[in-house]
């Protein structure tokens, strides 16, 4: 079992910038991959999946990105604070979401995945609200 909780979240303008942390507890914290997906109340609504943001591999030595936010959002990990951050700048209200983060335990160490339903427990979530 892997308890997720986000954090960071906030109002904030375009062109401004965020930091979301998520603390994970439950189990050994670098033997899994973690990602950022996000979802609108919209796209919730009309039964649109949770749009993938960004993923990190156990160790932090691979990473992978949606083109939406690439060269604008980071995403890194502390093995030691068991904690996976995203580092969002120059954010756009097309950014307004709930953001989630959500625990990959079945693969292998330098593999990240942009697929929803390989991620086996995820965050509360936390609301990013850009405003124009």
């Known amino acids: 079992q892997v308890q997720l909780v986000e954090s960071g979240g906030g109002l904030v303008q375009t062109g401004g910038s965020l930091r979301l942390s998520c603390a994970a507890s439950?189990?050994?914290?670098?033997?899994?991959?973690m990602g950022w997906f996000r979802q609108t109340p919209g796209k919730e609504r009309a039964g649109k999946e949770r749009e993938f943001v960004a993923a990190i591999s156990w160790s932090g030595g691979s990473t992978r990105y949606a083109d939406s936010v690439k060269g604008r959002f980071t995403i890194s990990r502390d093995n030691v604070k068991n904690t996976v951050y995203l580092q969002m700048n120059s954010l756009k209200p097309e950014d307004t979401a709930v953001y989630y983060c959500a625990a990959d335990l079945t693969s292998p160490s330098e593999w990240v995945t942009l697929t929803l339903y390989d991620y086996d427990y995820w965050g509360q979530g936390t609301q990013v609200t850009v405003s124009s």
């Open positions: 439950g189990r050994t914290f670098s033997r899994y991959a």
